[in-house]
């Protein structure tokens, strides 16, 4: 159980690091993961509505 907090902190503090020192490639990589998410939902709405229609 310790060992899971600890990386759970040492992971935040990654990400905070990375969004400090690279804001522009963060920004990206938040980006691209909205996109895919954005695709991944439209792709399914295609399939369930092609599965009724």
Do not use: C, H, N
């Amino acid at each position: 159980m310790q060992t899971k907090k600890v990386l759970m902190y040492l992971a935040i503090a990654f990400v905070v690091f990375y969004l400090y020192s690279r804001p522009a490639e963060a920004a990206g990589a938040v980006r691209g993961v909205f996109d895919g998410i954005t695709t991944g939902a439209s792709r399914l709405a295609l399939f369930f509505s092609s599965l009724t229609g």
